[in-house]
């Protein structure tokens, strides 16, 4: 018994030793601040940690951009016009203006294909023939011919309506070189009128004050013709039918100074056209068209750009001695576009073809009549389909 008491006695003993100097303390835990700036043992970057071999994830889809408007969309050229709607009446209206036109021209042409189903190419030669007498020239003339010789050598134009489209297609290719109406874009938008002597200048001044007077624009009138005291009056005749201001000098004064102080007075009065009467220039004489070049100069000292439009009016009754007097102002003065008058009363409209073709001057009005609204605007698909077309409408005109 005393044995075990001193066994038990000495176990005690030992493990007081061991517990009291033999055992190392365990670590206290870390203050707070030590522990925010103990280190953090640094994990591995994904990049290092072995992982087989994965497709690349899919990119984030991304929020739709919204899109531009479409006045800046970018386009590697402009966008075509929307073609024009064709009027009926308008067309019926032209159509009935081009009677006599559609009765001489259009109607020998008519003829030649009349009751034919196959074309014999020798029919070229008749069409040539007919185009030539009916003022469409001769250049140009022999450029249509020469286009549909090819077709026709291709078989692509096989019978008379074939031919006939062709013929459409080639006139509105010719006719489509821009034009349309006066754009008054500036303020005011200066339209300067040149022409010989009895062509009708003065007159579609009046017409065209009419029209934008009508559409609420402010017009001024400039009587440059100075040397023909009637020409003065008729312009007075029309400022007071339509309400608008004309500006004149003297008898005989100098066409620059009056074109100077009616853009001077159009510019003070706030106005949105001027139009500036000439005298009739004899296009032969070279000391006249010079005159011309000064009206110009003077215009744009008092009005930087301007005139913005140079008009020049044709009578189409001439055929054409008009296609000369269109290509010698066209050499002495910049020429913005054509107003034709009296195409009611010529059988050969075909100048009109001849014209564009040969000066790459676009038309701009046709006169039609002597009514005010008879100035037409001119468009070239509205053109075509009243002088080619089907049909005997032009009540619908009416």
């Given at each position: 018994?005393?044995?075990?008491?001193?066994?038990?006695?000495?176990?005690?003993?030992?493990?007081?030793?061991?517990?009291?100097f033999?055992?190392?303390?365990a670590a206290?835990?870390?203050?707070?601040?030590?522990?925010?700036?103990?280190?953090?043992p640094?994990e591995?970057?994904?990049?290092e940690?072995?992982?087989?071999?994965?497709?690349?994830?899919p990119?984030?889809?991304?929020?739709?951009?919204?899109?531009?408007?479409?006045?800046v969309?970018?386009?590697?050229?402009?966008?075509?016009?929307?073609?024009?709607?064709?009027?009926?009446?308008?067309?019926a209206?032209?159509?009935?203006?081009?009677?006599a036109?559609?009765?001489?021209?259009?109607?020998?042409?008519?003829?030649?294909?009349?009751?034919q189903?196959?074309?014999?190419?020798?029919?070229?030669?008749?069409?040539?023939?007919?185009?030539?007498?009916?003022?469409v020239?001769?250049?140009?003339?022999?450029?249509?011919l020469?286009?549909?010789?090819?077709?026709?050598?291709?078989?692509e134009?096989?019978?008379s309506?074939?031919?006939?489209?062709?013929l459409?297609?080639?006139?509105?290719?010719?006719?489509?070189?821009?034009?349309?109406?006066?754009?008054?874009?500036?303020?005011?938008?200066?339209?300067?009128?040149?022409g010989?002597?009895?062509?009708?200048?003065?007159?579609?001044?009046?017409?065209?004050?009419?029209?934008?007077?009508?559409?609420g624009?402010k017009?001024?009138?400039?009587?440059?013709d100075?040397?023909?005291?009637?020409?003065?009056?008729?312009?007075?005749?029309?400022?007071?039918?339509?309400?608008?201001?004309?500006?004149?000098g003297?008898?005989?004064?100098?066409?620059?100074?009056?074109?100077?102080?009616?853009?001077?007075?159009?510019?003070?009065?706030?106005?949105?056209?001027?139009f500036?009467d000439?005298?009739?220039?004899?296009?032969?004489?070279?000391?006249l068209?010079?005159?011309?070049?000064?009206?110009?100069?003077?215009?744009?000292?008092?009005?930087?750009?301007?005139?913005?439009?140079?008009?020049?009016v044709?009578?189409?009754?001439?055929?054409?001695?008009?296609?000369q007097?269109?290509?010698l102002?066209?050499?002495?003065?910049?020429?913005t576009?054509?107003?034709?008058?009296k195409?009611?009363?010529?059988?050969?409209?075909?100048?009109?073809?001849?014209?564009?073709?040969?000066?790459?001057?676009?038309?701009?009005?046709?006169?039609?009549?002597?009514r005010?609204?008879?100035?037409?605007e001119?468009?070239?698909?509205?053109?075509?389909?009243?002088?080619?077309?089907?049909?005997?409408?032009?009540?619908?005109?009416?």
């Amino acid at each position: 018994m005393d044995a075990w008491v001193y066994v038990v006695g000495g176990i005690v003993a030992l493990a007081v030793i061991y517990f009291a100097f033999l055992r190392k303390p365990a670590a206290l835990p870390a203050k707070p601040e030590q522990a925010k700036l103990a280190p953090k043992p640094a994990e591995k970057p994904v990049a290092e940690r072995p992982h087989a071999p994965s497709k690349p994830p899919p990119p984030v889809a991304k929020a739709p951009e919204p899109l531009a408007s479409a006045d800046v969309l970018p386009s590697d050229r402009p966008a075509a016009p929307a073609p024009r709607e064709l009027s009926k009446k308008d067309v019926a209206g032209m159509r009935k203006g081009l009677a006599a036109t559609r009765g001489g021209f259009i109607a020998r042409l008519t003829a030649l294909f009349g009751g034919q189903k196959e074309i014999d190419p020798a029919i070229l030669a008749q069409i040539e023939e007919v185009m030539i007498s009916s003022d469409v020239g001769v250049k140009t003339t022999q450029a249509i011919l020469a286009r549909l010789r090819d077709r026709l050598e291709k078989k692509e134009l096989t019978d008379s309506d074939a031919v006939w489209a062709a013929l459409r297609a080639e006139a509105t290719r010719i006719l489509n070189i821009g034009g349309g109406a006066i754009k008054a874009t500036n303020k005011p938008t200066v339209v300067l009128m040149v022409g010989v002597n009895g062509v009708g200048k003065t007159t579609s001044i009046g017409k065209l004050a009419t029209r934008y007077t009508n559409d609420g624009k402010k017009v001024i009138l400039a009587a440059g013709d100075t040397f023909r005291a009637a020409a003065v009056q008729q312009l007075e005749v029309w400022g007071k039918r339509v309400g608008s201001e004309v500006v004149k000098g003297k008898e005989g004064a100098d066409p620059g100074a009056v074109a100077f102080d009616a853009t001077e007075k159009a510019k003070a009065a706030g106005a949105d056209l001027l139009f500036v009467d000439t005298a009739g220039r004899l296009h032969t004489k070279a000391p006249l068209m010079d005159e011309i070049k000064k009206v110009r100069k003077t215009i744009a000292k008092a009005m930087d750009g301007a005139p913005h439009e140079t008009l020049l009016v044709l009578d189409a009754t001439t055929g054409q001695n008009a296609l000369q007097q269109a290509t010698l102002f066209k050499e002495a003065v910049d020429l913005t576009g054509i107003i034709l008058t009296k195409l009611d009363g010529t059988a050969k409209g075909g100048i009109v073809l001849g014209i564009c073709d040969e000066l790459k001057l676009p038309v701009r009005y046709v006169g039609l009549g002597e009514r005010a609204e008879d100035l037409r605007e001119f468009m070239a698909e509205e053109f075509v389909e009243a002088l080619f077309g089907q049909g005997g409408d032009e009540a619908a005109a009416a």
